[in-house]
């Protein structure tokens, strides 16, 4: 199946990225992969995937990768799914600055970078396509996700004031609000963890070590995990709608979660989510 659409995704190299890309391109679309790593693009190159390399917390990466893609696309990119990210568990009482602007600047200042270089070339062709992989923690916070929480309610903000910046224009802009997908974030988030906090001098010793086991427990991270391909079904929907929806809930905790908080008092939901974290545990 032809399809003439241009896409850039981040995030490649496995989980979300990796399937949306892969689906993408079976579709028809001319997907414009990127991974952080040079062997992962190396790796994507040899599946047949346009590959560049784009490190999100490093400009000169960004703009060197824009422009590599723009020369090859006939400066053309109909569409951006913003997607590589990861997680530092952790108490925010234990969270350094240094921690936390490395959260910010994969998970926000680096996409945030991207969509403001692309965005010009969307107004000039003109038709575009943001689309944002927030998560149902981008609007109900849970315990010992502080720095996660805040980098996807920041993203929320952000794609909520844009999509109202750009409604005069054909740039439509959309956030992908997964629960528990399969993929590897665990496995980057106890490195993250492994990192940045000092587990053994914290007040929070013993939640730690129940998150600990979690994040190394093989196997689904949590109830209700869906495989990748379900948010793959809402990029394609928020990228070939007539008009795209400005939310995609996926997966049940996200439609419940969305619900309760609708309905129920702050001091109600605290209590609901803080028993759905289970002190970390979960």
Not at 97 to 113: K, S
Not at 252 to 270: A, H, I, N, V
Request: glycine share 8%; hydrophobic share 40%; charged share 25%.
């Amino acid at each position: 199946m032809k399809n003439n659409k241009t896409i850039l995704i981040t995030g490649c190299s496995s989980g979300i990225g990796y399937c949306v890309a892969n689906g993408l391109k079976h579709k028809g679309y001319r997907v414009f992969a990127t991974a952080r790593s040079s062997a992962d693009v190396e790796s994507l190159k040899a599946e047949g995937f346009e590959a560049f390399q784009l490190d999100l917390t490093d400009s000169d990466s960004i703009n060197n990768a824009v422009d590599a893609i723009l020369r090859v696309s006939n400066n053309r990119i109909d569409a951006l799914f913003n997607n590589g990210a990861y997680g530092l568990p952790g108490a925010v009482e234990d969270l350094s600055r240094d921690a936390l602007r490395v959260q910010f600047e994969t998970n926000v200042f680096g996409w945030i970078e991207l969509t403001n270089r692309l965005i010009p070339v969307m107004r000039q062709q003109p038709y575009g396509r943001i689309i944002m992989n927030s998560s149902v923690l981008g609007f109900a916070a849970m315990a010992y996700r502080g720095a996660y929480n805040a980098s996807k309610f920041a993203i929320e903000g952000f794609s909520d004031t844009l999509r109202i910046e750009l409604k005069d224009t054909p740039i439509q802009v959309s956030l992908i609000e997964p629960g528990p997908i399969s993929s590897q974030f665990r496995q980057n988030a106890k490195k993250a963890f492994d990192q940045f906090i000092d587990a053994e001098h914290s007040v929070h010793k013993e939640q730690y070590q129940a998150m600990q086991r979690r994040l190394n427990k093989p196997g689904p991270a949590a109830p209700f995990t869906l495989p990748p391909e379900a948010v793959l079904k809402r990029v394609i929907h928020a990228l070939e709608a007539k008009k795209a929806k400005p939310r995609y809930y996926v997966t049940l905790p996200t439609y419940l979660f969305g619900y309760l908080k609708r309905l129920l008092s702050s001091r109600l939901m605290d209590k609901i989510l803080a028993k759905a974290g289970g002190d970390g545990k979960r």
